[in-house]
């Protein structure tokens, strides 16, 4: 790997760094504004939504200029959001203009990677960018968390600015100057020699032209494999931030500093996992992974026997670790397949455009549990639902982790039923 990819690397680590320091930034705003607890997972359906609206362009608009390019005016996309949410526009509606950023930057940031190198350093590129990606998680939950915290709080009760930003407000103004930094660095990215495609401004020819590649991807065998673990993948990872995260104040009666350094500990596993693929699952053994999905889910299951903090900082170390190290083989082989079968930003699109509409749908569902099921608990809410489980049967806390790591394992058991009918049907190599 040489300094270009390092180069890309860093603006894509500052990037993913600002997004998810602000995701607990906006959290805390929702909180200072007293909105209903539904609303913290619609702020993270918000956010997504636009990679499922805009995935018919934003191949397009990724494949029609040098990609660097492109991720600098989507940084800028997203700085108009953190500005908007600053301005006193609804944090769930201003979230979805940095969401809007973000979908338009992804097929960018991915393709840039697919163009930059040849398809056998492609594992262990994607080692590297997850690594770097679920660094940013740690680093921005861990930044966002202390922003939001009680010793900003603390700091700005007595401090000037205090009486202009709000402490949320003030979050947001530090994820800016991140977004800003990934700006600059986006100016070093090397311009390649590859083959720009024209931008088709007609909307019937864009989705007509997406269709096809997500029909494209869908019917190749060894795409069709790799979307399928990947959208399950990104859309339990999204669900199980929320998870976790009520799991922890809820179950183990943490705050929610707390509980965000849980959630940083599920990224530092997959940052194990991910350096763990790229360094021994070469691209050609990429489905031999797919177990480790379903040790995930079953793990996830286990999450309900836990009551001390040291058994679960190990556990979601674990999950993490067994996450990084299916997905990034697979994801490896999907970039590869769509390259070669619709072009770099073409394919990543579809990516997202499927992996996305999995979020939207298990945060959706997550969040309408949460609103019909859920009740407000006082600070001793794990001897609260001990109580509830033994005199009213399941809380809901409890259905929702069976089912989610019930959904897990089967699914990855039945994309592992349909790799080994491929394999044995000559339709894969392995």
């Not at 973000?102 to 350093?121: D, F, N, R, V």
């Not at 990872?237 to 500093?257: C, D, H, P, Q, Y």
């Not at 707390?258 to 070469?282: D, K, T």
């Not at 039945?414 to 009918?421: A, E, P």
């Amino acid at each position: 790997m040489n300094r270009g990819f390092f180069t890309i690397l860093g603006a894509q680590f500052f990037s993913a760094l600002a997004d998810n320091a602000l995701f607990f930034a906006a959290l805390a705003l929702l909180k200072e504004q007293q909105a209903p607890e539904w609303h913290l997972s619609m702020l993270l359906w918000a956010f997504t939504v636009s990679y499922v609206l805009i995935a018919p362009y934003a191949g397009a608009f990724a494949d029609s200029m040098h990609k660097g390019r492109a991720m600098l005016i989507c940084n800028g996309i997203k700085l108009l959001g953190c500005a908007s949410m600053i301005a006193g526009m609804p944090p769930i509606f201003a979230y979805a203009i940095v969401g809007f950023g973000a979908a338009a930057y992804s097929p960018a940031k991915y393709g840039i990677i697919t163009e930059y190198l040849p398809h056998e350093q492609l594992v262990a590129a994607n080692g590297w960018l997850e690594g770097a990606t679920v660094g940013a998680i740690i680093l921005g939950t861990v930044i966002g968390g202390y922003l939001s915290g009680s010793h900003i709080q603390q700091w700005l009760a007595g401090n000037t600015l205090g009486h202009i930003f709000s402490p949320a407000q003030f979050a947001i103004l530090a994820t800016i100057a991140i977004y800003l930094l990934a700006a600059y660095i986006n100016l070093f990215i090397p311009k390649l020699q590859v083959r720009l495609k024209p931008l088709h401004l007609d909307p019937i020819h864009q989705a007509k032209e997406f269709a096809w590649c997500v029909q494209r991807l869908w019917r190749d065998p060894q795409g069709q494999l790799s979307l399928g673990v990947t959208t399950l993948f990104w859309g339990a990872g999204a669900t199980m931030r929320l998870v976790v995260l009520n799991w922890a104040v809820i179950w183990l009666s943490l705050k929610l500093e707390q509980a965000s350094q849980l959630i940083a500990l599920v990224a530092v596993g997959i940052a194990i996992g991910a350096v763990a693929a790229g360094r021994w699952v070469p691209l050609h053994k990429a489905f031999s992974v797919l177990w480790a999905g379903i040790a995930m889910g079953a793990l996830v299951i286990l999450m309900l026997w836990v009551n001390q903090i040291a058994i679960a900082a190990l556990l979601m170390l674990i999950i993490g670790a067994l996450s990084g190290f299916f997905v990034v083989p697979l994801n490896a082989m999907l970039q590869h397949r769509g390259h070669l079968l619709m072009g770099a930003g073409h394919s990543i699109a579809v990516q997202n455009f499927n992996e996305n509409l999995g979020i939207l749908l298990m945060v959706g569902f997550h969040a309408w549990l949460v609103k019909n099921w859920s009740t407000p608990l006082p600070a001793d809410s794990s001897a609260l639902l001990q109580q509830q489980f033994a005199h009213n049967g399941l809380p809901p806390m409890w259905l929702i982790i069976i089912g989610f790591g019930g959904f897990v394992i089967m699914v990855m058991s039945w994309i592992l039923l349909r790799y080994q009918r491929n394999l044995k049907a000559g339709l894969l190599h392995d």
